[in-house]
């Protein structure tokens, strides 16, 4: 029912920075924690950044000092931004809502990163 969608993907040089935005249908106080996720090919998903509704975050070792992660409560948008990237960042990004035991995922979109 709630809709995700992502975009801010795309091809990019190592080094480079992207930013990822995740609109959400609905209020972002609905939901308790918000997160992007990244599947990479042959690999299984893993959870990158997480922020919850009361503002404390979260980051795998290999992001921290490297990606941010922020929401815009106002346009109803989670951002993801992403510096100093590197060709291990590559992969599929995928936004993630839970709003209590029910969690809502977008389509994903590709992050490629060339040495």
């Known amino acids: 029912q709630v809709q995700v969608v992502e975009s801010g993907g795309g091809l990019v040089q190592a080094g480079g920075s992207l930013r990822l935005s995740c609109a959400a249908s609905g209020s972002l106080f609905n939901f308790n924690i918000m997160g992007w996720y990244r599947q990479s090919s042959g690999k299984q998903r893993e959870s990158v950044a997480t922020i919850t509704s009361g503002g404390a975050t979260k980051y795998t070792e290999s992001v921290k000092g490297r990606f941010t992660i922020s929401t815009d409560t106002g346009r109803n948008t989670l951002y993801l931004q992403m510096n100093s990237l590197k060709p291990e960042d590559t992969a599929v990004y995928y936004c993630?809502?839970?709003?209590?035991?029910?969690?809502?995922w977008g389509q994903g979109t590709q992050v490629t990163v060339s040495s």
């Open positions: 993630r809502l839970q709003q209590w035991t029910t969690v809502s």
